[in-house]
């Protein structure tokens, strides 16, 4: 469960744009799934979650969607703002406690 | 809601001493308590899962006498990293999961660097 990756994908987008990070997760049993958004120096923040019996998720300008077959989970933000500029995480959870954490993603918003 | 704290929020410290590293739930009651170090520019390594009143379970390759975990309350989990060396310098996150949670919730990290 362990993921190394010295040299993080990177996503570039204009404000106001939409973002769309993708993730493709690693356990055909995984039965949730979760969004961090983790700033410099901090500890990651709940975004949004989704459990393996739903497709699509909405939230406060963010949307999750969960592709089983492809075993494929993304994340799509409306309206990107700066503030979103972060590393965002997509862990997967299945039969034990434990979160099973994706490589990251940054996002970088420009003006 | 879901609030999770750290203290210290950084440490810096010698060769050969041992640091402390407090998590807590301040608005839940956390049943299970995680423990997480963060290498920079990397994900979240999980070092070991802790639940209330029980030993705490360890990822393979994370050393039990190393890093000793303490969950003796169900809003507070310690972390002392013993005879800390250069190599253990990391960013130290936990998370905190309620009985009725799935999610869990991350605390704001502590930086330790060891001398």
């Known amino acids: 469960g362990e993921s190394v990756g010295l040299h993080l994908p990177t996503l570039s987008v204009q404000e106001g744009d939409n973002s769309i990070i993708n993730c493709a997760y690693s356990?055909?049993?995984?039965?949730?799934f979760i969004w961090y958004k983790q700033e410099s120096g901090k500890g990651p923040q709940f975004i949004i979650d989704?459990?393996?019996?739903?497709d699509k998720r909405q939230g406060q300008r963010v949307t999750v969607s969960l592709n089983k077959t492809v075993k494929h989970l993304s994340l799509q933000i409306a309206a990107t703002q700066p503030g979103d500029s972060a590393v965002y995480f997509c862990a997967e959870k299945w039969s034990t406690d434990k979160l099973i954490f994706g490589t990251g993603t940054r996002l970088q918003v420009f003006p | 809601g879901a609030v999770v704290s750290q203290h210290p929020s950084w440490v810096i410290c010698k060769s050969g001493t041992s640091v402390k590293i407090e998590c807590r739930s301040l608005d839940f009651q956390a049943t299970t308590m995680f423990w997480y170090r963060q290498f920079p520019k990397q994900s979240l390594m999980l070092m070991a899962t802790s639940n209330e009143g029980s030993k705490a379970t360890y990822e393979q390759g994370v050393e039990k006498d190393k890093f000793l975990i303490n969950h003796a309350s169900l809003t507070l989990s310690t972390l002392t990293v013993t005879s800390a060396h250069p190599e253990d310098s990391s960013f130290y996150i936990c998370s905190a999961r309620g009985d009725s949670r799935q999610t869990q919730y991350f605390g704001p990290g502590t930086r330790l660097l060891v001398l």
């Open positions: 356990n055909s049993a995984s039965d949730y």
């Open positions: 989704i459990r393996s019996n739903m």
